[in-house]
């Protein structure tokens, strides 16, 4: 059984940063595509991130395609998500989520694991 456990959130200015950190436990990550899912207030999950267990191909939404950076560490079975230039319609609930799968995915009811997810909240 594989498990996620995502860390890193809080609250930020706008322009700042945060990274988000999900660990992977269970199975190996390699074997497993891992996507950022973003639930704003009152809203459904978006895919705004993913990374490939096959090529490490990488897919951003347009909403934060040149702020935010995804990455991971099999060493650490850790995928992270480095957030820069912050706005206020990032505030919400980030999950991150597995699917056994070499393609990346964007779509909430293709993954498999959830993360309880983590709050992230930027406002002056």
């Known amino acids: 059984q594989l498990q996620l456990v995502e860390s890193g959130g809080g609250l930020v200015q706008p322009g700042g940063s945060l990274r988000l950190s999900c660990e992977v436990s269970?199975?190996?990550?390699?074997?497993?595509?891992i996507g950022w899912f973003h639930q704003a207030p009152g809203k459904e999950h978006e895919g705004i991130s993913c990374?490939?267990?096959?090529?490490?191909?990488?897919y951003y939404s347009d909403s934060v395609k040149g702020r935010f950076t995804i990455s991971r560490d099999n060493a650490k079975n850790t995928v992270y998500l480095q957030m820069n230039n912050l706005i206020p319609a990032d505030t919400g609930v980030y999950y991150c989520?597995?699917?056994?799968?070499?393609?990346?995915?964007?779509?909430?009811?293709?993954?498999?694991?959830w993360g309880e997810g983590v709050q992230v909240t930027v406002s002056s």
């Open positions: 269970g199975v190996s990550p390699d074997y497993y595509t």
């Open positions: 989520a597995a699917v056994m799968a070499t393609k990346c995915s964007s779509t909430y009811s293709d993954m498999d694991y």
């Open positions: 990374v490939s267990s096959y090529d490490g191909r990488t």
